[in-house]
């Protein structure tokens, strides 16, 4: 009987000790106080706020100048350096090119306006590309001041003018789609296709040929990838060139779903304007849907040093802040746009970012492709993404 009360009274004890430690563990440690953060003070700066404001500012630098490296390709391979010494503006004028009247100096812009700028002259040209004018143009220069090589930026196509200087010249609108840009025409300026050629199988009149098939305001962007240049009614697969404003809140940015807006910048900087990056899609491994891509194994690129894809984050930023424009008086959306009661936006979308020709991946050769319809493209949701696989 002793024994027992004396193995009850130490079962009692160990069962007190092992409360003891259930609630000490659940105590608030006092020995070792975590840090907890501090308001900004009455006066400081905004955290937040001076990181918009710096997001911004790098987001459209990068949309107006940062050619991510691209300068390697339209130059050294194509040319556009030598084009852009002999191109004239008016002929730059005619397939597209826009000029920033707020890039010119007083003196030049002045000029312009009394008309005794020599617009045939191809001198007035390279000076407009030093000044950063040419939207979308980037040069790049010898120590002595002579243009070494010249590529092209986001601004190139979605970016335009209002023309309140002259047709072609005037403010900055950036996220407008150049519909003017005669990109086919620009790129048969060069005097080298021959890397155009070589990689989609054709000869180099077939790819000028081609280029001139698209038009103004026309791009196809699936150039290097499924190597078809035509729909089977015989009509150029190249589609309009989409705006880049109003984009908040979409996540997919291709009107057949393909990826959203930080895939698409992705894409286009490695594969359409041939920077320097990192890109992956498995999808692009497809022989029979990418011919052309899955040969130049396009599906996993990773340049030696990565221009892109540092620069994604301010670019989306400043993408989503451009907001959309309104529709013009009389214009389809107009009186429902101003009640705010579309078809768009009950459906929770915005007319003016979804507009129909968004152009999807998949543009040389004569054969053709199906029109934009989603079932030549992969049916499962998007699984790329800019980083390397897990």
């Known amino acids: 009987m002793r024994s027992q009360k004396r193995v009850s009274r130490v079962l009692a004890g160990l069962g007190g000790s092992v409360l003891l430690l259930s609630l000490t563990a659940l105590a608030p440690a006092t020995s070792a106080p975590t840090a907890t953060p501090t308001k900004p003070a009455a006066g400081d700066v905004d955290p937040i706020a001076a990181h918009s404001s710096q997001m911004l500012d790098e987001g459209r630098a990068t949309f107006r100048y940062e050619t991510f490296g691209d300068q390697v390709f339209w130059s050294r391979l194509l040319g556009l350096d030598q084009a852009l010494r002999q191109v004239s503006p008016k002929t730059a004028l005619a397939v597209g090119l826009k000029v920033d009247a ?58 335009t003018v209002d023309d309140s200087v002259a047709p072609g010249i005037g403010r900055r609108l950036d996220g407008w789609a150049n519909r003017d840009l005669n990109v086919g025409a620009i790129v048969n300026l060069v005097p080298n296709v021959q890397p155009v050629a070589h990689l989609l199988g054709v000869s180099e009149g077939t790819v000028r040929t081609v280029l001139q098939s698209w038009g103004p305001g026309r791009f196809d962007a699936e150039l290097f990838l499924d190597g078809k240049a035509f729909r089977p009614d015989g009509k150029t697969a190249a589609t309009l060139i989409p705006p880049a404003y109003g984009l908040a809140g979409v996540n997919a940015h291709t009107y057949t779903g393909w990826g959203s807006i930080p895939y698409w910048n992705a894409f286009v900087a490695n594969l359409e304007m041939h920077g320097k990056g990192r890109f992956w899609d498995p999808r692009l491994n497809d022989p029979v849907k990418f011919p052309v891509a899955a040969r130049a194994g396009f599906a996993d690129v990773e340049d030696d040093l990565d221009l892109v894809t540092p620069k994604l984050a301010s670019l989306h930023f400043y993408q989503l802040a451009i907001p959309a ?53 992969p049916a499962a949701p998007p699984t790329a993404a800019t980083a390397p696989p897990p």
């Open 102 to 159: 707020e890039a010119l100096p007083a003196e030049v812009l002045a000029a312009l306006k009394r008309g005794a700028v020599n617009l045939n002259d191809p001198a007035v040209t390279a000076t407009l590309v030093k000044l950063r004018a040419v939207v979308g143009v980037k040069g790049f220069y010898n120590p002595d001041g002579s243009l070494r090589s010249a590529g092209i930026t986001c601004a190139f196509c979605h970016s």
């Open 325 to 377: 424009p309104p529709p013009p008086p009389g214009s389809f959306d107009a009186p429902a746009a101003q009640r705010g009661k579309t078809v768009f936006a009950q459906a929770g979308l915005r007319a003016a970012t979804c507009p129909p020709s968004t152009p999807s991946p998949g543009g040389t050769s004569t054969l053709p492709r199906r029109s934009g319809s989603t079932t030549s493209r």
